[in-house]
């Protein structure tokens, strides 16, 4: 199954899955000059492999080295799985949770990933070889008494933190937080309210409304500017020693504690005593932001006001041009870095839904209110006979070249409301959560995950609809549910009226959160079985499962039915 994102062309397009195994160095692009590129070391997997992650799963011989433009950095980790230039949503990786993680200038180092710990190297090659990536920098953190416990590239902590989008990505590539921060905001109208702890931003019209948690962590954290400028201000010295690639550094936007969620492999230290984790992918972080809440104004803004009287539209001035439309899919684009894109064509949008950010639950980006709209949307300019399939994330020039401006944004993502026959559901999570020991969560919904999957053609009726007639598929809604470092996930999906089925209660031997990959394949299994639980054993990577039938006369009967299916699936 594929991402919703566009191609990327530096990627192969022969018919096999390429695994990313490390990032690389920073490089000038002369095609582009407005982005550079940074390199990527692939390798093609073997036919066969189920363990994505291991060593043993990929031609090493076959490795190679590609580069990408910085803008698109946010659509590719390490370990994600490509498939003729298309990301898929399956990834390497084991979901791992770290919690009550301390950061802290005595917990943290800035290493190379071809240090030498104790005469051994970092990266052990029989778990995870990096190609060309040895040079570049990675943050180990220490954990359980091991200060290499967690071994995070840079190029990760930048793209997960920091290049949030495309627009940040090339701003903080490009050093621009320290040396012009005018073509991020507007420094006069930038403001911080020590009394409400308010974080006042005036964006420039480039950068998307979501930039503006990130702009704002920066501008009034010391520790988030210092890891965002370090970016920069470290190419800059390897850029005096002539040297043709350049290997960032960072650091954390923040001191303190984190429940840390992560894509990792697992890695045993080189007296197999213990287990050291490679972080693929960072995905979800509770630590602290600078402000508890925030007011984003932007350049030339058109919002009405919400009191007084407006400007007649005939004395507004106009604001910047709309520009024609591309007509089609973005996922359909590809993009490339070998030209500057069309300034004279509209820009398309790749929306990335993410819930990084476990500070901002409660928070909203909050408006300022306007007595008076100066600005009306202009004219859109005429429209360009150009193709438009063929993407591009540099600055852009305006010439007619047929490639299409893009940005990649990410979009926070709140968790929708769940239907009413969730509401139970939801209720007894929220119980659950209040309980001692236990922490529980709706997880955010994501495509591969928010439905039962079809098994047949979508024109037949099957089970996997809710009404056939209409095409609706079956919701589906997930909790975790975190105990004595155990994660346990509870499945609950949508009924047509007279049926009956079971809650399911699962979980890994090794206590890690079952991925979003292993709950759509668990669900394709549920489909093919007609929704009975039992009928799907075994479940696949030896998931243990309990199931729960509904019942409860009220919610906390519901939360202490799961409880108790929790201490019988792993007693005290």
Not at 342 to 370: C, H
Not at 396 to 401: E, P, Q, R
Request: charged share 25%; proline share 7%.
């Amino acid at each position: 199954m594929r991402k919703a994102i566009p191609r990327i062309k530096e990627f192969p397009d022969d018919g096999r899955i390429w695994r990313v195994d490390w990032f690389g160095g920073v490089e000038r692009n002369h095609m582009v000059p407005t982005e550079p590129k940074i390199q990527v070391i692939i390798s093609p997997l073997l036919g066969g492999a189920t363990d994505y992650a291991a060593s043993s799963a990929v031609n090493h011989e076959e490795r190679r080295t590609i580069s990408i433009g910085v803008g698109q950095l946010p659509l590719v980790t390490i370990g994600s799985l490509w498939l003729n230039r298309h990301c898929l949503v399956e990834a390497a990786g084991k979901d791992k949770i770290f919690h009550n993680l301390t950061i802290s200038p005595d917990t943290v180092r800035l290493v190379k990933s071809d240090a030498k710990v104790d005469g051994h190297p970092l990266i052990l090659k029989r778990f995870h070889q990096i190609g060309a990536g040895l040079a570049a920098n990675c943050l180990t953190i220490k954990w359980r008494d091991d200060p290499y416990g967690i071994i995070v590239p840079i190029a990760e902590i930048i793209r997960f933190y920091y290049a949030t989008s495309t627009d940040l990505a090339k701003a903080i590539f490009a050093g621009d937080f320290r040396h012009d921060l005018c073509s991020i905001v507007n420094p006069a109208e930038c403001a911080f309210n020590e009394q409400e702890k308010r974080c006042l931003l005036k964006l420039r019209k480039e950068f998307a409304d979501a930039d503006a948690w990130i702009i704002g962590r920066i501008l009034n954290s010391q520790e988030a500017f210092a890891g965002a400028t370090l970016v920069h201000d470290s190419m800059i010295k390897e850029a005096v020693q002539n040297k043709p690639r350049l290997y960032p550094e960072a650091a954390f936007p923040f001191i303190g504690s984190t429940n840390l969620r992560a894509r990792v492999k697992p890695m045993r230290t080189p007296d197999d005593s213990s287990w050291r984790y490679i972080v693929f992918a960072l995905e979800h972080c509770t630590g602290p932001f600078p402000f508890d809440a925030i007011t984003c104004d932007r350049d030339n803004s058109n919002l009405r006001p919400e009191k007084g009287e407006d400007l007649p539209d005939d004395q507004k001035k106009p604001a910047f041009p709309a520009k024609p439309a591309s007509g089609k899919n973005i996922t359909d684009g590809k993009l490339q870095s070998d030209n500057e894109p069309s300034n004279n064509m509209q820009s398309a949008v790749v929306t990335l839904p993410e819930d990084r950010f476990g500070a901002l639950s409660s928070m909203e980006l909050e408006k300022p209110e306007k007595e008076m709209c100066h600005y009306i949307s202009a004219d859109a300019v005429r429209p360009l006979a150009l193709p438009t399939d063929v993407l591009g994330t540099g600055d852009g020039t305006y010439s007619n070249n047929g490639v299409t401006p893009t940005v990649v944004e990410t979009e926070r993502v709140r968790q929708a409301p769940l239907p009413v026959s969730f509401e139970n559901f939801e209720a007894m999570i929220r119980h659950l959560d209040e309980l001692p020991g236990y922490q529980a969560r709706i997880r955010l919904i994501k495509d591969s995950i928010a439905h039962i999957p079809l098994t047949k053609p979508r024109w037949t009726r099957q089970w996997s609809y809710l009404d056939s007639g209409r095409k609706i598929k079956r919701a589906v809604v997930i909790a975790d549910v975190i105990h004595k470092q155990q994660v346990y996930s509870l499945i609950e999906f949508q009924w047509r009226e007279g049926e009956a089925f079971k809650l399911a209660l699962m979980s890994l031997p090794s206590g890690v959160r079952l991925s979003d990959e292993l709950i759509n394949k668990l669900l394709y299994i549920l489909a093919k079985k007609n929704g009975r639980w039992e009928n799907a054993k075994p479940l696949p990577a030896d998931i243990r499962l309990a199931t729960l039938k509904h019942t409860w006369p009220c919610v906390g009967a519901y939360a202490d039915a799961v409880v108790s299916k929790i201490h019988v699936m792993h007693p005290v």
